[in-house]
């Protein structure tokens, strides 16, 4: 089987995936979702991947990375999130295309009233988004753009994002335009800064700075990576909690870990597995 006849399998199977889970959902909201971040690499790193986004969850924070993409990945994360939420998804990229659907279920629970008598109703939370992106350029310079699909419980609503990545030597710059065309109007900026070390043949260090929300309430984020062959090992900061994580690749299966601490909720742990073709 060529590598063409292997691309097209990969992502028919996640079109039709896709398809199916925007076509069958009811209305929920999506919004939380693009703070929680999409696989366990990125948590480790406090999600400061806009200028370091060079694998297949480029989609979630810089499309324009999906440019640099060497080979086709799909893979598949799980996240539970404060022992409580259920936060997983699935997605595949190749160069210059990206698909991605992401979850949160809280499960159900039997409603109360203000005096905590049963009102014999179930209550939960639930939300789901779906992502679709494409990019164009190469490792020195790129651009890309992806849709989102979020569905509240009155009506389903698109976004258009807009994005670039800049690779000068060492350093690399992301710029995120989120919320470009929405329905609600608003606006967020997002840019990063990143430096990739290529020590020797087998050793490379990576350090990520990104800015969130530049234009309501700048929000920092900073990652660091160190790849030693097939290992890497990774600490990270979001702004609210300290996070760390290591990845391992045998031959064409990479599998990540991540733990998130949090001041005053459960810590997470999130686990990512990505097949690369």
């Known amino acids: 089987m060529n590598y063409l006849q292997k691309t097209l399998r990969v992502f028919c199977a996640v079109i039709i995936l896709f398809l199916f889970v925007v076509l069958s959902a ?144 060492v350093a690399r710059l992301g710029l995120l335009v989120h919320d470009l065309f929405s329905a609600d109007g608003s606006l967020d900026l997002r840019l990063g800064m990143g430096l990739v070390f290529p020590l020797d043949p087998h050793w490379s260090f990576s350090v990520g700075l990104d800015i969130w929300k530049l234009l309501t309430g700048p929000e920092l984020r900073v990652g660091l990576e160190v790849l030693v062959n097939s290992l890497s090992m990774r600490l990270g900061y979001d702004g609210v909690a300290l996070a760390s994580g290591a990845g391992v690749r045998w031959d064409r299966l990479q599998l990540d870990w991540a733990y998130r601490m949090h001041p005053h909720l459960p810590a997470s742990t999130i686990v990512t597995v990505t097949y690369i073709f």
Request: glycine share 14%; net charge negative; charged share 15%.
């Open 26 to 169: 009811e209305s929920y909201s999506a919004t939380p979702l693009l703070e929680m971040g999409a696989s366990a690499r990125a948590v480790a790193l406090g999600g400061a991947l806009l200028a370091l986004a060079d694998d297949e969850n480029a989609l979630f924070y810089n499309p324009a990375g999906l440019a640099a993409l060497a080979r086709p990945a799909l893979s598949i994360f799980y996240n539970r999130v404060f022992e409580v939420v259920h936060h997983f998804g699935v997605g595949g990229a190749m160069r210059g295309l990206g698909l991605q659907i992401l979850q949160i279920d809280a499960g159900s629970s039997e409603a109360t009233n203000e005096f905590g008598n049963s009102t014999g109703m179930a209550t939960g939370f639930f939300e789901r988004l779906g992502l679709f992106g494409l990019a164009l350029g190469s490792e020195s310079f790129a651009i890309g753009g992806r849709v989102q699909f979020q569905q509240t419980p009155t009506e389903a609503q698109f976004a258009l994002d807009a994005a670039a990545r800049v690779t000068i030597g």
